[in-house]
């Protein structure tokens, strides 16, 4: 048997773009291409974890293995913990289901980071970017990473703050956090089992509340990928995406 599990957490009522996870992207559902991407990396079994009928029926169309979960999940986090508190697997990624374009290989990654770093209670991806436009923009977070690629902090705004622009620090690199995660299980059901804290309220990153109560999040590099749903736009900028990367056939 496998030691992973893939989660993926599939919301219907989403506030910005309710039904997000299963409008149609390039001839099939969202949560489709997140869920062939899953198999694509080939960890181990694959759940959606979702509060929605229509989510159910959309998936066991393509034949997904699907569970309910009580509508009361604060987030997706929540959400796989309640789908996977009994399973065997010690190590638990949590994939979100309005990411199309997340890359097998970057599952892969997170779950061998797992594997190979005991002390890494919680593995995540970052990208490298240079872009001031992302880099003041609050829905892009920002990760500051220690020379072992241990986060130290994560927010939405601009850190680590230029004091004396100069030469050196020009084309300094910033690290845009990416909402994947990887979990060992006794971690997963510590964090969810801990308060919401002061800096998760603050920056609405649920990240922080494992930071700040000593947990060791690690992070792997990963290439840009296409959009993640959030509202109607990004749906239409993902097909966009989609013609560009595949031709318009």
């Given at each position: 048997?496998?030691d992973?599990?893939?989660?993926?957490?599939a919301?219907?009522?989403?506030?910005?773009?309710?039904?997000?996870?299963?409008?149609?992207?390039a001839g099939?559902?969202?949560i489709?291409?997140?869920?062939?991407?899953c198999?694509?990396?080939?960890?181990?079994?694959?759940?959606?974890a979702?509060?929605?009928?229509?989510?159910?029926t959309t998936?066991m169309?393509?034949?997904?293995?699907?569970?309910?979960?009580?509508e009361s999940?604060?987030?997706?986090?929540?959400?796989?913990?309640?789908?996977?508190?009994?399973c065997?697997?010690?190590f638990?990624i949590?994939?979100?289901g309005?990411?199309p374009?997340i890359?097998?290989?970057?599952?892969?990654?997170?779950?061998?980071?797992?594997?190979?770093?005991?002390?890494?209670?919680?593995a995540?991806?970052v990208m490298a970017?240079?872009?001031?436009?992302?880099?003041d923009n609050?829905?892009?977070?920002?990760?500051?990473?220690?020379?072992?690629?241990?986060?130290?902090?994560f927010?939405?705004?601009?850190?680590?703050?230029?004091?004396?622009?100069?030469?050196?620090?020009?084309?300094?690199v910033?690290?845009?956090?990416?909402?994947?995660?990887?979990?060992?299980?006794?971690a997963?059901?510590?964090?969810?089992?801990?308060?919401q804290s002061?800096l998760?309220?603050?920056?609405?990153?649920?990240?922080l509340?494992?930071?700040?109560?000593?947990?060791?999040?690690?992070?792997?590099?990963?290439e840009p990928?296409?959009?993640?749903?959030?509202?109607?736009?990004?749906?239409?900028?993902?097909?966009?995406?989609?013609?560009?990367?595949?031709?318009?056939?």
């Amino acid at each position: 048997m496998s030691d992973v599990v893939i989660a993926i957490p599939a919301r219907f009522g989403s506030s910005r773009f309710p039904g997000k996870v299963t409008a149609w992207l390039a001839g099939k559902p969202v949560i489709r291409h997140v869920y062939e991407a899953c198999v694509e990396a080939n960890l181990g079994r694959i759940v959606v974890a979702t509060e929605s009928p229509r989510v159910v029926t959309t998936c066991m169309q393509f034949g997904a293995n699907v569970i309910m979960t009580p509508e009361s999940c604060q987030s997706g986090t929540d959400r796989i913990y309640q789908a996977t508190e009994n399973c065997d697997e010690k190590f638990i990624i949590n994939v979100q289901g309005d990411e199309p374009f997340i890359q097998p290989s970057t599952i892969v990654k997170i779950a061998q980071l797992l594997r190979s770093d005991p002390s890494c209670d919680i593995a995540t991806a970052v990208m490298a970017t240079t872009d001031d436009a992302k880099i003041d923009n609050p829905n892009c977070v920002k990760a500051v990473l220690g020379t072992d690629m241990k986060a130290l902090y994560f927010s939405r705004s601009r850190i680590p703050f230029r004091r004396d622009p100069s030469e050196d620090n020009k084309n300094f690199v910033y690290w845009h956090h990416c909402g994947i995660y990887g979990y060992r299980k006794e971690a997963l059901k510590r964090f969810v089992s801990l308060p919401q804290s002061s800096l998760e309220k603050m920056e609405k990153l649920e990240q922080l509340r494992a930071l700040e109560n000593g947990m060791t999040i690690k992070c792997v590099q990963i290439e840009p990928a296409g959009p993640a749903i959030d509202t109607e736009e990004d749906l239409h900028r993902a097909e966009a995406y989609y013609k560009e990367l595949h031709g318009s056939h």
